[in-house]
C-alpha cells in the first residue's frame, strides 16, 4: 500500500522479541530459585530494561513524527490500563494468602501498598520495604521511567536539531553510568545501588537511544551495523558474568553495561527478520512464554520463595513456573482482558497533553500497544 511522504507505520509486532520476553523471565526464575550457575542471572532485568526503552521510545518518537507532540494522558492512561489490572489482583491474592503460608509475617498489607504504588525500587534501598515482594523494585523502575520519559524526550525533540537527538540520549546513557560508578565510589551498599530508578535508568535509556538511532539513521551506525557480527561477542560473554555474586561490585561498575550493550547487539540483529537469532528467539514457546512474561512475573517471586525453603533448585524452578505461567494466563484471560478492552473503547481523552502544536497529523498511536515488558 502506497504511503504518503514521511509518514511511518506503527511499530509492528516482531515475535522475537516476545522470545527474548521469554528468555529473561527465565533467567529472572533461575536466580531467584537459587540454581548453581545462575547466580549472576539477576541480569535477566536488564534485557527487559533495555527492551522496555527500546520500545516506548519507538512509539513515543513515532509519534511525535506524525503529529508534532506526545499525547501525555492518553500514554499514561494506557499504561494503566495495561499494567494496573494484573497488579492489583496480584496484590489482592498476597493479602489473602500470605498469611496462611507465612503466618509470621507482619508486614503483608504495608508491603502491598508499597508496591502498589509502585514505591518498592527506593522501599528496599532504604528502608528493606518491601520484603516478601522483593521483586517489586523493577516494576517501581519501570513505572519511574514512563513518568518521566515521555515530557523529557520531548524537550529534547524541541531543543535538538533534527537527525541530532541521538546526542542527547547517549549522553544521558553516559551520565547514568557515571552517576552509579559515583555512588559505588562513595562506598554506598550494593543493594542501596541495584534496586534504585535513578542507578538503573541506564538500561531504559539506552534501549531509548537504541530506538533514536533507528529512526534517525545517521551516517556511524549505518556503518556499524554493516558490522553487527562483532558485536555478538559481547553476546557470547554474557554468560561468563553467571558468576557474578551477589554484591560483587563489579556488577555495578561493567556488568550491567556489558548486558546492556548485549541486549542492544541483540535487538540490532532482530531487525533482519532471517537472521539464525530471529529464528531462534521467535520459537513457538519462547514467544508463548514472553507473552505471559508480565504475569509470570508478577506471580513467581512468592510462589519461588516458598518452594525454594523445602524443595531442592530443580522442582522449584519446574513447579513454580508452571504455577506462576498458569495463574498469569488466567489473569491475561479475565482481568486484563476485560482492562484492554474496556480501554479500547474509550473515546480518545480530549484533554490537551502536549509541549508542541501538531503539524502534518493529528492520530497518535496507541503506546500501550505492545505486551508490558517487566
Known amino acids: 500500500m502506497h504511503q504518503p511522504p514521511g509518514h511511518r507505520p506503527a511499530l509492528p509486532y516482531n515475535p522475537a522479541l516476545d522470545g527474548l520476553r521469554g528468555v529473561a523471565i527465565l533467567l529472572v526464575m533461575l536466580s531467584h530459585a537459587h540454581a548453581p550457575l545462575f547466580e549472576g542471572a539477576f541480569y535477566g532485568v536488564d534485557l527487559f530494561f533495555v527492551l522496555s526503552g527500546y520500545l516506548i521510545s519507538t512509539l ?28 492489583a489482583l496480584f496484590l489482592l491474592a498476597y493479602c489473602l494468602l500470605a498469611p496462611l503460608f ?53 524537550l529534547l525533540v524541541r531543543t535538538s536539531a533534527p537527525g541530532q537527538r541521538w546526542r542527547a540520549i547517549a549522553l544521558l546513557w553516559l551520565l547514568s553510568w557515571a552517576w552509579r560508578g559515583l555512588w559505588v565510589a562513595q562506598g554506598q551498599q550494593f543493594y542501596e545501588i541495584f534496586f534504585r530508578f535513578d542507578t538503573r535508568a541506564s538500561g531504559l535509556l539506552l534501549g531509548s537511544l537504541l530506538a533514536t538511532l533507528l529512526l534517525e539513521q545517521p551516517a556511524w551506525f549505518a556503518a556499524l551495523r554493516q558490522r553487527l557480527a562483532h558485536g555478538m ?24 553495561t556489558l548486558v546492556e550493550c548485549a541486549t542492544l547487539v541483540v535487538l540490532l540483529a532482530l531487525q533482519n527478520d532471517r537472521s539464525p537469532l530471529h529464528e ?32 531442592h533448585w530443580s522442582v522449584t524452578v519446574l513447579l513454580g513456573f508452571a504455577l506462576s505461567a498458569l495463574l498469569a494466563w488466567v489473569s491475561l484471560m479475565t482481568v486484563e482482558r476485560w482492562a484492554l478492552r474496556w480501554r479500547d473503547r ?18 497518535t498511536i496507541a503506546t500501550g500497544a505492545c505486551p508490558a515488558p517487566v
Not at 513515543?60 to 499494567?83: C, D, K, M, N
Not at 561477542?233 to 550491567?256: C, E, F, I, K, T
Not at 514467544?287 to 516458598?306: A, D, E, Q
Request: no cysteine; proline share 8%; charged share 15%.
Open 60 to 87: 513515543l518518537l513515532q509519534e511525535v513524527e506524525r503529529s508534532g507532540r506526545i499525547a501525555y494522558w492518553r500514554f499514561y492512561s494506557r499504561r494503566l490500563y495495561r499494567l494496573m489490572p494484573a497488579l
Open 102 to 154: 507465612w503466618p509470621d509475617l507482619t508486614d503483608v498489607y504495608s508491603d502491598a501498598l508499597v508496591s502498589f504504588f509502585y514505591l518498592a525500587d527506593y522501599g528496599i534501598a532504604f528502608f528493606d520495604q518491601p520484603g516478601t515482594l522483593l521483586h517489586m523494585w523493577s516494576l517501581a523502575v519501570e513505572e519511574h521511567f514512563y513518568l518521566v520519559w515521555p515530557p523529557l524526550l520531548m
Open 233 to 256: 561477542w559481547l553476546v557470547l560473554a554474557v554468560p561468563l558474568l553467571m558468576a557474578h555474586a551477589w554484591d560483587d561490585m563489579n556488577v555495578m561498575l561493567w556488568g550491567l
Open 346 to 363: 474509550q473515546p480518545r481523552p480530549l484533554r490537551p497533553a502536549a509541549l508542541a502544536a501538531p503539524t502534518r497529523a493529528t492520530k
Open 280 to 311: 531462534m528467539l521467535r520459537a513457538p514457546a519462547l514467544v508463548w512464554v514472553g507473552k505471559l512474561s508480565y504475569g509470570i512475573y508478577l506471580w513467581h517471586y512468592p510462589i519461588v520463595r516458598y518452594l525454594r525453603a523445602d524443595w
